[in-house]
């Protein structure tokens, strides 16, 4: 059974162009084209995490271990309204 027959290609394709427009039409499948190609290459590197770490590698990578920053509040009446700090 196919889902996509020609009839309900060229509905998607004259619905695309009056939403869009034809002159920002290639500017979306541009985009649309980079975030499919992010959303891979991260695929394919939370993949290789998981793999690494069923083989019991404890190596990881340099970005995932990024310390988280917080916002330390001062004490009412103490000089300057808060902070921003590493976390410990």
Known sequence: ????????????????VLLFG???L??????LGRSLRILKSEGKALRGEFTAGARGSAA?????VAEPER????APG?????????AA
């Open 71 to 74: 916002v330390v509040k001062s």
């Open 60 to 64: 990881a990578p340099a970005a995932a």
């Open 26 to 31: 290639p500017d979306v499948a541009r985009g």
């Open 22 to 24: 034809g002159k920002r």
């Open 1 to 16: 059974m196919r889902i996509l027959s020609p009839g309900v290609l060229l509905i998607v394709v004259v619905f695309a």
């Open 78 to 86: 103490a000089s300057g309204a808060s902070r921003t700090d590493r």
